[in-house]
T-cell receptor
Framework: DAGITQSPRYKITETGRQVTLMCHQTWSHSYMFWYRQDLGHGLRLIYYSAAADITDKGEVPDGYVVSRSKTENFPLTLESATRSQTSVYFC????????????FGPGTRLTVL | AQRVTQPEKLLSVFKGAPVELKCNYSYSGSPELFWYVQYSRQRLQLLLRHISRESIKGFTADLNKGETSFHLKKPFAQEEDSAMYYCALYQNSGNTPLVFGKGTRLSVIA
């Protein structure tokens, strides 16, 4: 599924730094999502977007910012990284069915020291 | 609140044995349920959806509204089935369209 990519794949940063994770999809899917995956918590939704310039908070949005100026891109920014944000981050996209069937990116493993 | 419960974090079975990954949900409306799978070093992908009533890679899942369950079953486990499995519930309101369970890691022992 090369249609959805994430960069970087691995990132190490320090507490307090700003970090941006990139997500790009080539399918022109309307919906895009950001999840974090943690042991014991499974997948939790951070933010999602139904279309360009439309974003909504998910279950765990605090400490994160998103934007969607173009349909194909959905960057996730950690404004001031904390150790609790060490996680694997997944981007996903979905067609008009409102997010029922989602296609996932390969993930970004972020470590905050 | 809508919730998906996968009671087992880890399930180990021998090759050729039957597999059942449990999923229970709570939802006030008409549920739409899915199973997603993540194989080692691969991305998360949709395995099957209850609406299709399909069998994928030998796996089936039946929605039981009376027991509010959507268990994933396979009669004979294969080593390549070893993976992380997530049950997910679609909701058309609230702050997350797909509510995922915490996942069950299936380990098939040769």
């Amino acid at each position: 599924d090369a249609g959805i990519t994430q960069s970087p794949r691995y990132k190490i940063t320090e507490t307090g730094r700003q970090v941006t994770l990139m997500c790009h999809q080539t399918w022109s899917h309307s919906y895009m999502f950001w999840y974090r995956q943690d042991l014991g918590h499974g997948l939790r939704l951070i933010y999602y977007s139904a279309a360009a310039d439309i974003t909504d908070k998910g279950e765990v949005p605090d400490g994160y910012v998103v934007s969607r100026s173009k349909t194909e891109n959905f960057p996730l920014t950690l404004e001031s990284a904390t150790r609790s944000q060490t996680s694997v981050y997944f981007c996903a996209s979905s067609v008009r069915t409102g997010g029922r069937e989602q296609f996932f990116g390969p993930g970004t493993r972020l470590t905050v020291l | 609140a809508q919730r998906v419960t996968q009671p087992e974090k880890l399930l180990s079975v021998f090759k050729g044995a039957p597999v059942e990954l449990k999923c229970n949900y709570s939802y006030s409306g008409s549920p739409e349920l899915f199973w997603y799978v993540q194989y080692s070093r691969q991305r998360l992908q949709l395995l099957l959806r209850h609406i299709s009533r399909e069998s994928i890679k030998g796996f089936t899942a039946d929605l039981n509204k009376g027991e509010t369950s959507f268990h994933l079953k396979k009669p004979f486990a294969q080593e390549e089935d070893s993976a992380m499995y997530y049950c997910a519930l679609y909701q058309n309101s609230g702050n997350t369209p797909l509510v995922f369970g915490k996942g069950t890691r299936l380990s098939v022992i040769a």
